[in-house]
């Protein structure tokens, strides 16, 4: 996994900041895998301090253990106002052992108004030597008056091969198919790997088109939301390249595939990957899961109609 966090935007320009000594006072890293947020602020962190791997520097680092990068909140809690008195009485501090100390506020994303505004004098005046480096797994919730304050880093969703890459090198196997409808997310492949191909067969049931509004019901409660998403447009993917028979470029190389690009005409598939997109963005604007569904199975429904008629 750290290699793939190596390769974002992110961590590629802490690292540049560390050797030119320019850092900005205060950045914030938008990073869509919440599960390994916290891992990639750690690996920013290191390239802040120039910490070499295996040196005592990057092991206090990795946890959480060095006293001139301190980490809020707790990992799986929420920052709250006390945390914000902490870091304000923390950063009048000078540095333990260098002269940079650096500030690392984890799932800023779900920290309230009140907090986030308790925290604006820091980020944009902190004293000489501390610098904050925030990471959040959705930009929207964060204040404007908080991203005015900060270097943006966006990482992008990683190009199928990285995510099948570092698939491969954790479990082995054929991860071709997770990779594929991972939408660039590591832990959306790993969950795709644990679920053992459900989200796929939930995708080939929604397109079948019956029982709809049970199945949004149902399928509203999951979790797996965005993997869901994912193995819907990855199937219409495989199954617009079947009908147009460029079957070579396959991940899944299912029956499912064949029998979807039967019944589904090209311009069907075409409409329906856009429907999927559109629906991917509403859900990350925490639209409701099970309205969402039924609104993109009316859509493909439609889609389907229209292009048997016209075929």
Known sequence: MKELLRTTTAYRAIRAEAETGEFAQSSLVVFPDGKYLRDLLKECAKAFFSAADGGRLSELIEKESYADCLFYPAEGAKLTAEDCDRIV??????????????????????????VQNKLLKSLEEPPAGVHF??????????????????????????P??????????????????????????????????????????L??????????EAFCREAGERKTK???????????RDALFCALGQEKY?????????RIAAEYPAGALIASLKLVGEAEKQVQFNANFASCLYALAMGIKEEKDKWQMLS
Do not use: C, M, W
């Open 133 to 158: 480096l925030l990471g959040a797994e959705v930009e929207f919730p964060v204040l404007p008056t908080v991203l005015s304050r900060v270097k943006k880093y966006a990482v992008a969703p990683f």
């Open 250 to 258: 396959l991940s899944l190389g299912t029956d499912a595939v064949r």
């Open 160 to 201: 199928e091969e990285r995510i099948a890459e570092a698939l491969g090198r954790k479990y082995g196997g054929d991860v071709r198919a997770a990779a594929a409808a991972s939408g660039g997310i590591f832990s959306a492949g790993e969950r795709i790997l644990a679920g053992g191909g459900e989200e796929f067969r």
């Open 203 to 212: 995708a080939e049931r929604f397109l079948s088109l019956e029982g709809t």
């Open 89 to 114: 009485e923390e950063e009048q501090l000078r540095p333990v052992e260098g002269v940079r100390k650096l500030i690392v506020l984890d799932a800023f994303h779900t920290a309230a108004s009140l």
């Open 226 to 236: 965005r993997e869901f998403l994912s193995a819907l447009k990855n199937l219409l």
